[in-house]
């Protein structure tokens, strides 16, 4: 088992600030798909930016 350590480590050299940034991206894809999850269509077809605290 301890071969298969070896060989799933993967070492590419980036620097750290594009992980950080391809989080700070996957933290705001998580919070819109949330958002939108959340939200409750209105019958009428209007009005779910007001549920966001949008002005009508």
């Known amino acids: 088992m301890r071969w298969l350590l070896r060989t799933v480590r ?3 050299g ?3 600030r594009y992980f950080v940034g391809d989080l700070i991206l996957f933290g705001l ?3 819109m798909v949330i958002a939108a999850i959340r939200l409750t269509p ?3 077809g209007h009005g ?3 549920q ?3 002005p009508p």
């Open 10 to 12: 993967v070492d590419v």
């Open 14 to 16: 980036l620097p750290r």
């Open 29 to 31: 894809w998580a919070a």
């Open 42 to 44: 209105d019958p009428t």
């Open 48 to 50: 779910t930016h007001r």
């Open 52 to 54: 966001l605290g949008l």
